[in-house]
Each structure stands twice: as structure tokens, then as C-alpha cells.
């Protein structure tokens, strides 16, 4: 699971997209947020390309699925609120046998002034 | 409620000592319990997974166990190494097994391993 970018310093209000891409046709993709003393909490998933749903944290973020590979995640108007460390996560299967082992992408380190 | 508590919250061993993390949870239906290991700065990897039916899971020098009458689980290091050093998180799966909110993470424990 590949995300980009890294590191990323941003004002309140900016617009800003992280990208997320995995090659191992996995059909689920999820968008993480880890904070201090919070452990990490969900913003969004997907279940498959076209699909997406809300998470326990949704509020400020925006994603699509238009393909198996991609899930990206944006910030419509960024806010000191979203300093976070973000992390995209993959996993095989859905409906049927499905272990529940996500494969995480390195994460991207937001921090909004 | 669905929760995961962990702890200790925070952990610092002696390089070469062993430790044992604890995992309780409320998570109802349950399906399966993992463990991840999270290096810093890195995103987590998965150590090892736990199903209703298995009590002990090894995966070298970390060992598993749960009991699902009293919804606990234990990760046991043994003989701690440097690259122990990470924060271990257990995320509690509900039935039915999909994706989502189907997950429920704990808020992880911190290790510290020093020479």
C-alpha cells in the first residue's frame, strides 16, 4: 500500500488530496487517523470500486473509488483539527472468508497551521 | 458498547527480560482477535491472529493467547530484543466478518526495550 505524500505542512482552508494506491486487487480500502492517546479511528471506507461509506470520524474528509487501486482522501478546507497522522489500509475479501488482516500504507504525517 | 481496552498503556523492559500485554474486550458478536506491531513511523503489520476456537498462537518469540469466556487476550514476548521497541495494538473483529466498522481497535500499548 503506497501513500503519498509523507510530510505535508498546509494553512487552514487549503484544499489537499493523499493519495493511496494498492497492487494486490484487494477490495477493501480504508482511510485511518492516529492520534495521541486516541488509537486509530476510522474516516472512510470502501468495499469496491464505486462503493464508499462513512467511518466513525467523516466529518472534514472527502473520498472516491473509481478504481480497485486507488482510494484517495481529501480535506475540502483544512482545519488544525486534521493535524493527524493518516494512514490507508487494504484487505482481501469481502462477503464469504474474509480474515480481516489490513495491510497498511506507511502513513502521511498532516500537519495544518 | 463494543470497546477494546489494552494495557498497559506504556512499557519499559530490559533488553533480554520477557513482558506479557493484555487485551480485554466487550466486542459482541465476536469473530477474531489480531495483534499488530506498529515500529515508529511506520504503519502497523499484523503479528498474529486469534479465531473462538484457539487458545495459543506462537509466531516466534511472541506468543499469543485468548480466552474467549473471559474476553481477554495476552501477547507474551520472550526474551525481548531492541526492535521490540513499537506499539501493539489489538483490533477485536465482530461477526458478521466485513470490513468497516466491523473493526475495533484498542488504543495500543507502548514498549520500550533498553540495553
Known amino acids: 500500500v503506497t501513500q503519498n505524500p509523507r510530510y505535508l505542512i498546509t494553512v487552514t482552508g487549503k484544499k489537499l488530496t493523499v493519495t493511496c494506491s494498492q497492487n494486490m486487487n484487494h477490495e477493501y480500502m480504508s482511510w485511518y487517523r492516529q492520534d495521541p492517546g486516541m488509537g486509530l479511528r476510522l474516516i472512510h471506507y470502501?468495499?469496491?470500486?464505486?462503493?464508499?461509506d462513512q467511518g466513525e470520524v467523516p466529518n472534514g474528509y472527502n473520498v472516491s473509488r473509481s478504481t480497485t487501486e486507488d482510494f484517495p482522501l481529501r480535506l475540502l478546507s483544512a482545519a488544525p483539527s486534521q493535524t493527524s497522522v493518516y494512514f490507508c489500509?487494504?484487505?482481501?475479501?469481502?462477503?464469504?472468508?474474509?480474515?480481516?488482516?489490513?495491510?497498511f500504507g506507511e502513513g502521511s504525517r498532516l500537519t495544518v497551521l | 458498547k463494543n470497546q477494546v481496552e489494552q494495557s498497559p498503556q506504556s512499557l519499559i523492559i530490559l533488553e533480554g527480560k520477557n513482558c506479557t500485554l493484555q487485551c480485554n474486550y466487550t466486542v459482541s458478536p465476536f469473530s477474531n482477535l489480531r495483534w499488530y506491531k506498529q515500529d515508529t513511523g511506520r504503519g502497523p503489520v499484523s503479528l498474529t491472529i486469534m479465531t473462538f476456537s484457539e487458545n495459543t498462537k506462537s509466531n516466534g518469540r511472541y506468543t499469543a493467547t485468548l480466552d474467549a469466556d473471559t474476553k481477554q487476550s495476552s501477547l507474551h514476548i520472550t526474551a525481548s530484543q531492541l526492535s521490540d521497541s513499537a506499539s501493539y495494538i489489538c483490533?477485536?473483529?465482530?461477526?458478521?466478518?466485513?470490513?468497516?466498522?466491523?473493526?475495533?481497535f484498542g488504543k495500543g500499548t507502548t514498549l520500550s526495550v533498553s540495553s
Open positions: 470502501s468495499v469496491g470500486a464505486g462503493i464508499t
Open positions: 483490533v477485536v473483529s465482530r461477526q458478521p466478518n466485513q470490513a468497516g466498522t466491523a473493526l475495533i
Open positions: 489500509a487494504s484487505s482481501q475479501g469481502l462477503a464469504g472468508v474474509w480474515t480481516g488482516e489490513l495491510f
